[in-house]
């Protein structure tokens, strides 16, 4: 009986972690600093060198949301997480319906332009796995290095802030280090127009709401949090001149992106004229958030450090929908440009959030006397991953849309308050009409 018992128990620890290829054998990679320090470890993924803008997250799960999320285009991603690819990585690919928008991850690619972990999993295990995290970077043309102190290297971004890098593999990695002068920013560059879309298409096309969305690098779970509430979304490219179509839309919404906004001042002018002559909703996220601030008046400045991870937390200034003033919200963030906080503020217009870290502008409103209905906030709701404190602002956004299209009697005096009334439809009596004999 005993001996049957062991020999049931060797079958059930058959291997319940899929190996992935040994570092062991792989290429030597160093990690260069434009300020100096240099990190020298194992390459796994792509064996290729590759310049960028080294950040940190502080994302303890989601690093495949993360590295395929468009707002890291041109960077080096440092995962304050030790060990990273235990789960691996599952099929990217869905259907397109009235629930999910075509990928399973945030884009159908890896977006950022290397990663560096402390330990890459050498097993990964998950009902959904179908490849390691090397050989998806492999695949996908993305180097990494592991086997060096993520902790250095994030206490040294922590201090100094955001520093460009170069990541070299294999033969680059024994040369000497790159002269400070040919380090490459990418925020030099208009990196929302390298990831937006250049044709419009749409999605859920029998929505009982139709939302125009501005593509500056969108992650798939806007979308797919804009679908999956039955809204019809068709999506364009971030220089589209709305104006030209904006009346056959009940909504208008701005997606994430990277970089530096000040790229998109064409957005922020054409912005402009929407929020004057049109009434309907605007709703913007992260890069969204920063065109709205421009296209009202406010400057996006660089910040020192900026602020990416899941951990975030805001306070809510004033109430809307289901955001309650006084409270404090818990964000994921991935950005390095911000909105500078002036007093007064432009005619109109509110701060709708804070962080409670930096005290840096997280959100901003349009006020009840402007009689508009804009909002815009830096962080993410939507967070593939979590937290999802403020996921609700979709449904507010969607609700305020829905009650100006059938031209209900909704109190403008708070925008996105239409989640907290019940439409009312109001039915005609039907009129006698004499037909000849």
């Known amino acids: 009986m005993l001996a049957r018992n062991f020999t049931r128990i060797a079958r059930l620890s058959r291997g319940f972690a899929t190996h992935a290829p040994s570092t062991s054998t792989s290429l030597p990679a160093v990690l260069h600093l434009k300020t100096g320090q240099s990190f020298a470890g194992r390459s ?24 395929t999320d468009p707002s890291y285009r041109g960077q080096i991603l440092v995962f304050t997480t030790p060990l990273i690819g235990n789960y691996g990585v599952p099929q990217n690919k869905t259907a397109v319906d009235d629930k999910d928008v075509g990928v399973v991850l945030e884009s159908e690619k890896i977006q950022c332009s290397a990663v560096v972990v402390a330990d890459v999993a050498e097993k990964f295990s998950h009902y959904t796995a179908v490849e390691s995290l090397s050989s998806w970077c492999a695949r996908n043309g993305v180097p990494g290095i592991t086997g060096v102190d993520t902790r250095a290297i994030t206490r040294l971004l922590r201090d100094q802030g955001t520093t460009l890098g170069r990541l070299t593999v294999g033969n680059d990695s024994s040369l000497a280090p790159p002269r400070p002068e040919e380090y490459w920013d990418p925020t030099t560059e208009n990196l929302v127009d390298q990831v937006s879309t250049k044709t419009p298409y749409e999605l859920n096309p029998k929505g009982d709401v139709k939302i125009a969305v501005l593509d500056f690098g969108a992650k798939a779970n806007i979308l797919r949090s804009l679908v999956r509430r039955g809204a019809a979304v068709t999506v364009l490219p971030w220089n589209f001149d709305f104006n030209k179509i904006r009346d056959q839309y009940d909504g208008l919404f701005l997606s994430n992106g990277p970089g530096d906004p000040n790229h998109c001042m064409e957005a922020a002018l054409n912005l402009r004229r929407t929020m004057q002559e049109w009434d309907k909703p605007i709703f913007g996220i992260c890069m969204g958030h920063q065109v709205i601030g421009m296209a009202a008046g406010l400057e996006a400045y660089r910040m020192t450090f900026g602020n990416r991870g899941h951990n975030q937390p805001v306070l809510a200034l004033a109430s809307s929908g289901s955001i309650k003033a006084g409270r404090v919200y818990v ?14 503020f432009p005619a109109g217009w509110e ?5 409670c870290n930096d005290s840096s502008v997280e959100g901003i409103k349009s006020t009840a006397e402007s009689g508009k209905k804009v909002w815009g906030v830096q962080f993410h709701p939507e967070s593939a991953g979590g937290p999802l404190d403020t996921i609700e602002m979709f449904t507010d956004f969607l609700a305020e849309c829905r009650a100006t299209k059938l031209h209900l009697n909704v109190p403008r005096y708070q925008p996105m308050d239409a989640a907290k009334i019940t439409p009312e439809l109001k039915h005609e009596v039907p009129q006698r009409v004499a037909v000849a004999a």
């Open 331 to 344: 964000t994921s963030q991935n950005h390095q440009y911000a909105l500078k906080l002036q007093d007064p």
């Open 44 to 67: 796994f993924g792509a064996p290729r060198s590759i310049w960028g803008e080294t950040v940190f997250s502080t994302s303890i799960t989601s690093y495949t949301e993360s590295m």
């Open 351 to 355: 701060p709708f959030f804070i962080n």
